[in-house]
Structure formats: C-alpha cells, structure tokens
C-alpha cells in the first residue's frame, strides 16, 4: 500500500516540477521576444540614423560647392571693381 500511495505523490511532484519548468520556459521565451523586438527596434534607428547621414552628408557637399561658387563670384566681383576704380581714374586724368 506505501507504493501505491507514493506514486500518486510522485506523479503529483513531476506535475508541479513540469508545470514550473513550462512556467520557467514561457517567461524565457517572453524575455527572448522582448530581446528580440528590441533588437529590432535598434536596428530602425540605425537604418534611420544612417540616412539621415547620408543626407547631411549630401547637404554638407551642396553647401560645399555653394561655396566655391561663391568665391569665384566674390573674385570675378573684385576684379570688376578694381577694373571699375581703374577706368575712373584714367576718366579723372582724361579730364583734367
């Protein structure tokens, strides 16, 4: 009768042991999933971060360019206003 009474016991004890071991499995897995959706949230605001990169880096060579315009232009400007003050003065000394 001691045998009888221990395997209904024992078949208690492996189901509360397998219950906590699913337990223990499920919130692994839970965790994991977590893991797993951060990574993939992370991985967005990398790709998100790396165009927003590449699109500074576009801005910064426009503006770079907009720039070497610009000193060519300031330049030309220059000669024609040196040119400008020359010519005034051969005028002045043309009318004296």
């Known amino acids: 009768m001691a045998s009888a009474d221990s395997q209904p ?3 208690q004890s492996v ?8 337990g223990s499995c499920s919130g692994d897995v839970i965790a ?3 893991q797993v959706l951060k990574g ?21 060579l426009h503006s770079e360019d907009s720039l070497r315009k ?13 040119h400008s003050r020359n010519l005034q003065d051969q005028l ?3 009318l004296k």
Do not use: C, N, P, W
């Open 15 to 22: 189901k509360g042991l397998l219950s906590d071991k699913v």
């Open 32 to 34: 994991l999933t977590r």
């Open 92 to 94: 002045r000394h043309l």
């Open 40 to 60: 993939s949230r992370s991985q967005e605001l990398l790709g998100q971060a790396a165009r927003s990169m590449v699109i500074q880096e576009d801005a910064i």
């Open 70 to 82: 610009m000193s060519i232009i300031t330049t030309h400007l220059q000669y024609h206003v040196e």
């Open 9 to 11: 016991r024992f078949g």
